[in-house]
């Protein structure tokens, strides 16, 4: 059993900056895909950032050039630094950690950017 814990998320106006982390228990973390998503109220939760366990990474195109994944396999935490933000990147964002057929949801963690 993994557990995924998100913090990081508040209230910053736009243009603004956030650093989200995710601490993960376990020993799995390493061998571990981990993402970042985020959902809307009344929307499908979509997928924002994604990190392999070689660390390579993919974004949805609403965040290339903005938001950048990142894990540190030493201190079982993947981060999502988040830049020039906007306010259509208000949303709860939440932690994936995915080890083979085993996938782990956080709890979850609001930003909201304000106009």
């Known amino acids: 059993q993994v557990q995924l814990v998100e913090s990081g998320g508040g209230l910053v106006q736009a243009g603004g900056s956030l650093r989200l982390s995710c601490a993960a228990s376990?020993?799995?973390?390493?061998?571990?895909?981990m993402a970042w998503h985020r959902q809307v109220p009344g929307k499908q939760r979509e997928l924002v950032a994604a990190?392999?366990?070689?660390?390579?990474?993919n974004y949805a195109d609403s965040v290339k050039g903005r938001f950048t994944i990142s894990r540190d396999n030493a201190k079982n935490t993947v981060y999502l630094q988040m830049d020039s933000l906007k306010p259509e990147d208000t949303a709860n964002y939440y932690c994936?950690?995915?080890?083979?057929?085993?996938?782990?949801w956080g709890q979850g963690t609001q930003v909201t950017v304000s106009s």
């Open positions: 990190i392999t366990s070689a660390s390579s990474t």
């Open positions: 376990g020993r799995t973390f390493s061998r571990s895909y």
């Open positions: 994936r950690a995915q080890n083979g057929v085993y996938t782990y």
